[in-house]
């Protein structure tokens, strides 16, 4: 029998298509061709079938979708412990803003954008959408690593280091759109920054933008009691009714955080088709709150998780929220069953990908979506025995536990090796930078 | 200059003593003779004076106190992910007792342990305190693998697999303690259930054994609102005041759980020096709730880190409890600065070797302490930048960045290499167990 050539076969004793099948595929592969999945299927039939240039996995594995990081400020990673536990106002007003006052940079966003993105690489993460400033330094390194992301410069009603006023953030963002939009890993974005940093006209603008270009819409939303009186105080509705009462909410939007809806609120996300980023640990961290998860879920929002900056989490380990957020809302909603494991890694995985407007190409492993995967190593003391798999990866394992990662078709990592970049010289530069905003006396 | 000859030096960019001192030692590193520290200081020092057989460590590492997990059932690991994501009820009574009923004998008990104890030590825990069955048939696994324990077998008011009665429980107790006590990993403690399952009468016995011994008494306590409403009922008074009542609280009980104290147990845990071992993943998954570990820290309670056993968490990961505690406790007290990181590293600890009964001998990298550290592998893309090494350690890195352990002065892991036993043996076991026990209908 003549067999068909394709560049991978990837294998494991369970492959998680993610799809609407729930029952993981035993002893399954994928083949993959020209940087999409041709098959999904039983590891033996595959073999008979084609040819594969290279073989990925095998026993003792498990094959997954790449997850999805899908709020996060990726350059912040060079703020990773620069002031922890301390007030919020405290960190922020006179540790991270001044930190960025002083060392935000296209120098430094690409240089801080190379580690964060290998971070996130080496813990299975192949997507990430990310809301900071100098967006386009960041894209070289992006690109250099292999993976994907949703890039958005933040759109504020003041000047930052980055822009002097509301006209050129979106004269810059439209540039942006205009020279990204058909690039093959890069999708560009429209960033309002939060309610009450934007005017609901700063709003309609960026919503049209993105309606006219067909990309995503990022925003913070509802992250604080702060922000919640705030918003209050400025327009007599909380963030998501105002939002929603000027017609600023749709499917296209995703919003970091939503800690703090009402009841009535958390219908619209839903009647909207808002996507919420569940910034778990950041917002443990800050202690702005617990966002009710399970009930946004039962109300039908897509949740979906992302990370926030280093500066607050302090990692962009999209497998740590999964674990930390399936055990803690079944404890904040009085019921074990909440939030099963198999929910956890759709929102990681499927609904992520769906969140960015990427769900026909990402997501899930079917015939025709791009080769986004992610293998895990399980033969760890950590990962025996396996009942079910679902929960061993949910509950027991970790981005340390990340083999191989392929991102459209091209391996990133290789058995932990990583592949497109030199993981010394990032890691060297990072402490580079270190020395000399330490050397400068930190934010100062 | 004649140096003196040790059996390590063992360096690190840090040396996190966990003494009174906050400042790590920068450059630093531990001289390791006969199984105990003979010095600690600037590494230039200690290279200076000290003539070692092996230096551990070095550039790019950190070097801390080996973790303590206080309360475990270590057994079940075998257990892991068997049944998750179901009400408590189902998980205790339809799986977990059954499959207990069905496959508890001192092989299950030897090989379960192997395999708890290589996870732990691979993830930089250096001493358990463990509660189940068969105690002994785990004790030759420990000693090969070279960890430390202090194990008791549980006593309850009711026959199990192991034992017939409450005298057979004291006496079998009483065994065990007389071989083990002078052994110099293993202490044996004595382990009266949970206030549920066990008399005033079984309490006072197991705290005049422990008296008498000079041993841990184990017990858990005030986990769920079922037991504190069981209790109620059957003594008309909560768990804390009852057992407080009957006088059976003191400096040597190892408290795990304490999720629902009211404010005057807390202060009775404050006053008669009980340690609690907070098992805040196992309480989250199982939605027992959230224990107030920041009022309890704050009335002057001491407070520790377990991770229960594996079927409820799903690992026995000290770094994941106290980065997940960390965090999480700052939201549930609205306070950002509540649980610092070095707090939590403490807990995790000095504090951990002195709720066991162990603090004059280990938990702190002192002169004269046992030989019990880790080594933690700084040089991972997310582990850059290093700002603060405390908040590096608790908020930033994981178990798998545990890169060399060393107990009583013997190297247990180097480099990433396991020494004294073989995995790919112990991975097997529990694989071969697993299809004993699936095959068999899982519980059932």
Redesign the interface.
Same mark, same amino acid.
């Given at each position: 029998m003549h067999k068909e050539p394709v560049d991978f076969i990837v294998k494991g004793d369970y492959v998680l298509t993610m799809t609407d099948s729930e029952e993981p595929l035993r002893g399954g592969a994928v083949a993959v061709r020209a940087g999409r999945i041709v098959d999904v299927g039983p590891s033996d039939d595959l073999e008979a079938r084609y040819l594969p240039d290279r073989v990925v996995g095998g026993s003792g594995k498990a094959v997954m979708p790449g997850l999805v990081n899908t709020h996060t400020h990726a350059a912040m990673v060079?703020f990773?412990?620069?002031? @922890? @536990?301390?007030?919020?106002k405290n960190?922020l007003e006179e540790n991270i803003w001044p930190a960025e006052e002083r060392w935000l940079s296209p120098d430094f966003v690409r240089d801080a954008t190379a580690?964060a993105c290998?971070?996130m690489v080496?813990?299975g993460v192949t997507l990430y959408n990310d809301m900071y400033f100098f967006e386009d330094a960041s894209t070289e390194g992006i690109k250099k690593l292999g993976m994907r992301a949703v890039l958005g410069a933040g759109i504020l009603d003041f000047p930052t280091t980055a822009v002097q006023d509301t006209a050129e953030y979106f004269e810059r963002a439209e540039d942006f759109i205009s020279r990204w939009r058909e690039d093959e890993l890069i999708t560009p974005s429209i960033a309002p920054h939060a309610p009450y940093t934007c005017s609901p006209g700063t709003y309609r603008k960026a919503l049209m933008m993105g309606e006219q270009y067909d990309v995503p819409v990022h925003t913070h939303l509802c992250e604080t009691r702060w922000e919640v009186e705030e918003v209050m105080r400025l327009y007599g509705k909380t963030p998501i009714e105002h939002l929603d009462s000027h017609g600023l909410l749709n499917s296209r939007v995703v919003a970091a955080h939503c800690v703090w809806p009402s009841q009535r609120e958390i219908e619209i996300l839903a009647e909207r088709g808002v996507s919420v980023s569940h910034c778990l640990?950041s917002?443990? !961290?800050?202690? *702005? %709150? $617990?966002a009710p998860v399970v009930r946004m879920l039962d109300a039908g929002v897509r949740v979906v998780f992302g990370t926030d900056g280093?500066a607050s989490?302090? &990692?962009?380990?999209v497998m740590s929220e999964m674990s #930390?957020a399936? !055990?803690?809302h !079944? /404890? +904040? *909603? @009085? @019921?074990? #069953? /909440?939030l099963?494991?198999r929910t956890a890694l759709l929102m990681a995985t499927r609904m992520g990908a769906e969140a960015l407007g990427l769900g026909e190409s990402l997501g899930s492993l079917e015939r025709g979506k791009l080769a986004d995967m992610v293998v895990l190593d399980l &033969?760890?003391?950590?990962l +025996?025995? +396996?009942?079910?798999i679902y *929960?061993?990866i949910v509950? =027991?394992a !970790?981005? =340390? &536990?990340v083999e191989s990662v392929m991102v459209n078709g091209r391996l990133l990592i290789d058995g932990y090796r990583l592949v497109t970049v030199q993981?010394e010289e990032? $890691?060297l530069k /990072?402490?580079q930078?270190?020395e000399k905003?330490?050397s400068a006396g %930190?934010a100062g």
């Amino acid at each position: 029998m003549h067999k068909e050539p394709v560049d991978f076969i990837v294998k494991g004793d369970y492959v998680l298509t993610m799809t609407d099948s729930e029952e993981p595929l035993r002893g399954g592969a994928v083949a993959v061709r020209a940087g999409r999945i041709v098959d999904v299927g039983p590891s033996d039939d595959l073999e008979a079938r084609y040819l594969p240039d290279r073989v990925v996995g095998g026993s003792g594995k498990a094959v997954m979708p790449g997850l999805v990081n899908t709020h996060t400020h990726a350059a912040m990673v060079y703020f990773r412990g620069l002031a @922890d @536990d301390l007030p919020l106002k405290n960190w922020l007003e006179e540790n991270i803003w001044p930190a960025e006052e002083r060392w935000l940079s296209p120098d430094f966003v690409r240089d801080a954008t190379a580690l964060a993105c290998l971070e996130m690489v080496r813990a299975g993460v192949t997507l990430y959408n990310d809301m900071y400033f100098f967006e386009d330094a960041s894209t070289e390194g992006i690109k250099k690593l292999g993976m994907r992301a949703v890039l958005g410069a933040g759109i504020l009603d003041f000047p930052t280091t980055a822009v002097q006023d509301t006209a050129e953030y979106f004269e810059r963002a439209e540039d942006f759109i205009s020279r990204w939009r058909e690039d093959e890993l890069i999708t560009p974005s429209i960033a309002p920054h939060a309610p009450y940093t934007c005017s609901p006209g700063t709003y309609r603008k960026a919503l049209m933008m993105g309606e006219q270009y067909d990309v995503p819409v990022h925003t913070h939303l509802c992250e604080t009691r702060w922000e919640v009186e705030e918003v209050m105080r400025l327009y007599g509705k909380t963030p998501i009714e105002h939002l929603d009462s000027h017609g600023l909410l749709n499917s296209r939007v995703v919003a970091a955080h939503c800690v703090w809806p009402s009841q009535r609120e958390i219908e619209i996300l839903a009647e909207r088709g808002v996507s919420v980023s569940h910034c778990l640990e950041s917002n443990l !961290k800050l202690a *702005s %709150g $617990i966002a009710p998860v399970v009930r946004m879920l039962d109300a039908g929002v897509r949740v979906v998780f992302g990370t926030d900056g280093a500066a607050s989490n302090n &990692d962009l380990d999209v497998m740590s929220e999964m674990s #930390t957020a399936a !055990k803690l809302h !079944k /404890a +904040v *909603s @009085d @019921d074990p #069953t /909440a939030l099963s494991a198999r929910t956890a890694l759709l929102m990681a995985t499927r609904m992520g990908a769906e969140a960015l407007g990427l769900g026909e190409s990402l997501g899930s492993l079917e015939r025709g979506k791009l080769a986004d995967m992610v293998v895990l190593d399980l &033969d760890k003391p950590h990962l +025996v025995p +396996v009942y079910n798999i679902y *929960s061993l990866i949910v509950y =027991s394992a !970790k981005s =340390s &536990d990340v083999e191989s990662v392929m991102v459209n078709g091209r391996l990133l990592i290789d058995g932990y090796r990583l592949v497109t970049v030199q993981e010394e010289e990032i $890691i060297l530069k /990072a402490r580079q930078w270190r020395e000399k905003i330490v050397s400068a006396g %930190g934010a100062g």
